[in-house]
């Protein structure tokens, strides 16, 4: 693999790039930045966004421009206000030496008269969000017959965004001598128009696939009723606690509704749409830079153009009208070589698009199931360890508040002691999932327990395998303390914490009232009703401490007393 001086750059700007951390050329850059620097043909590159395109037309037009004349040599225009800057950021970046190098971003909801002044000063790079230029031009504040090289960064999503006119505008400005260098990641029609009007014989490079998504985007989708697709997406959030995630909504009010409710329910979320001015818009996209804000709300023209780097997940809310904006929408994800998961939740209507796009992006989808309520606490209890495990302790500051701790803690085991630690984080996902029920459309797995046990009841019990339960210690359980033997009881399942079994119905009442006050190694069990319908069906054990053992006399109170040691 060649190095940046190999393709031609001079050993100025190889050694910045070098600096700055980038060893080898990404593929775009491989290819585009030999032909770009000759400066004398038009080309177009189809290359996915985070692709390291910026380099690729970047480094070519910083050899080319010639610092010394102040005039306006090169204009790259980019379909949104953030592109613009991290345009800007890039090539002042790798132009560190280039001391007499201007480059002015110029972009809407900022004082267009500091622009202007900037750009008066002599700005040999202009990198500028089509409305905001035309407005410049309007005021003859900036003078675009001296350019000499064009860039038009992600076409596709400029043409989307409706700048169809304001790139014809402007491109009618500029002389026809100039040298017009166009980036998309897709090439519908209209991108193809703007190449056949302005450009003469271009080159033309792909990098992958066109119109394929990026390799490393893992696609999958959902199938669930449209009233369960907001419990769905709280599913998906809290099976993947490290989440940093960009959800996509099809209208403003669906963005902020979900954004809401997200927040209503102590997610750490926040929305970006349309009705946001730029301060708004600037503030939302800070906290979701440095995290503030791990799960951001959107609209696919709010959302264009967002360079964050690490987003783990896209969740489509809805398919997208436009099948180009699925594209889009996970491409935000997988970037600069990372992986990333998209997940479209679709209702039953809209598996046929799931095909489209399919066909679209040539990428097959597949099908994941809503995690079940156990799955998402089992993950989320895991999360939770492994943050215990990872925490940096104060060693110092914490030393001297320790020997009260110990002494509180003091009867405790450290079985008893993680249990209990974990617990209290843990219970408030336990009771919201405690009856979860499923979500998928079809699915296999129901956890809906009336459903699939039709003639009996289940059962929720604070015990599981971290208590060293197995299936015959509850068998037996039940029937030393509740008089329900082996074939009264139907499915059990021990899970980490908790489990669940199914009883007869005739048998449901002596469950709640054999249970009452036993204690389980010391632990008072509780028992639940998972379909909450009975009115007895409350919570045992709350009330009164009695000890198994002091209750139930024979054989299993031995039992258990003996695990209890
Ligand atoms: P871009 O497609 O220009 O937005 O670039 C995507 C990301 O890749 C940015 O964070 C760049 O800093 C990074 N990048 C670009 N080129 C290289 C390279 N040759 N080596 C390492 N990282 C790069």
Redo the contacts with the bound molecule.
């Keep these: 693999m060649k190095n ?1 001086q190999a393709l031609g750059l001079s050993a100025g700007l190889a050694e910045a ?1 070098q600096l ?7 593929p ?2 491989e290819k585009a930045i030999p032909l770009l620097l000759t400066g004398n043909r038009d080309f177009i590159g189809l ?10 037309f ?1 480094l070519p037009l910083l050899e080319l421009v010639d610092e010394n004349s102040s005039a306006s040599q090169a204009l790259v225009l980019a379909p949104t206000r953030e ?1 613009s800057l ?2 800007v950021s ?1 090539l002042e970046n790798f132009s560190e030496k280039f001391k007499k190098l201007n480059i002015v971003a110029v972009y809407g909801g900022a004082s267009i008269s500091e622009q202007i002044r900037k750009v008066k000063r002599g700005a040999q790079v202009i990198v500028a969000t089509p409305g905001r230029l035309i407005d410049m031009i309007g005021r003859k504040a900036v003078n675009l017959s001296t350019i000499q090289y064009v860039v038009l960064d992600e076409a596709d999503e400029m043409l989307n965004m409706g700048f169809k006119e304001d790139i014809d505008e402007i491109l009618s400005k500029t002389p026809d001598t100039k040298i017009t260098w166009l980036f998309s990641a897709t090439m519908p029609r209209e991108v193809r128009a703007i190449a056949k009007n302005y450009m003469a014989d271009p080159v033309e490079i792909t990098v992958g696939d066109k119109n394929t998504g990026n390799a490393n985007i893992d696609h999958n989708y959902v199938v669930v009723q449209e009233r369960d697709k907001y419990s769905a997406l709280k599913r998906i959030l809290d099976f993947n606690p490290d989440i940093f995630g960009l959800i996509f909504c099809r209208t403003r009010i669906d963005t902020q509704r979900v954004a809401e409710m997200l927040m209503k329910d102590g997610y750490n979320a926040d929305s970006l749409h349309g009705d946001l001015n730029q301060a708004q818009r600037d503030k939302v996209m800070m906290k979701f830079r440095n995290r503030t804000v791990k799960i951001l709300v959107a609209t696919d023209v709010a959302a264009r153009g967002i ?1 964050v ?1 690490s987003i783990t997940h896209v969740i489509h809310m809805n398919i997208p009208d436009e099948m180009e904006f699925y594209t889009h929408r996970s491409g935000r994800t997988a ?3 990372k992986k990333g998961v998209s997940i479209a939740l679709v209702n039953p209507k809209e598996v046929g698009k799931i095909r489209q796009i399919e066909k679209t992006v040539k990428t097959p989808f597949t099908r994941m199931p809503v995690p079940a309520g156990p799955e998402v606490c089992q993950k989320q209890l895991l999360a939770l360890m492994k943050k215990v495990h990872d925490v940096q302790v104060n060693e110092e500051e914490i030393e001297a508040f320790l020997p009260a701790v110990y002494q509180e803690l003091k009867d405790l085991t450290k079985n008893e002691l993680i249990k209990r630690f974990a617990s209290i984080e843990f219970n408030r996902f336990l009771d919201y999932y405690r009856n979860a029920p499923d979500l998928n459309v079809n699915g296999q797995q129901s956890d809906r327990g009336a459903e699939r046990y039709s003639t009996g009841d289940r059962y929720f019990i604070n015990l599981g395998k971290m208590d060293g339960l197995e299936k015959g210690d509850l068998l037996e359980m039940l029937d030393d303390c509740c008089g329900v033997g082996k074939k009264h009881i139907g499915k059990i399942d021990i899970k980490g914490a908790y489990s669940f079994f199914e009883v007869e119905k005739e048998k449901s009442e002596a469950i709640i009232s054999g249970l009452q006050g036993v204690e389980y190694e010391g632990r008072p069990v509780r028992v639940e009703l998972t379909e909450g319908r009975r009115e007895n069906a409350g919570r045992s054990g709350r009330q009164s401490n009695r000890n198994h053992n002091s209750k139930k006399q024979g054989k299993a109170g031995q039992r258990f007393a003996g695990k209890r040691g």
């Design positions: 940046f790039v700055i951390g980038f060893e080898t050329p990404t775009i850059q290359a996915q966004t985070g692709t390291g395109k910026t380099a690729a970047g592109l991290q345009i890039d360079d780097e970037r600069a070589g």
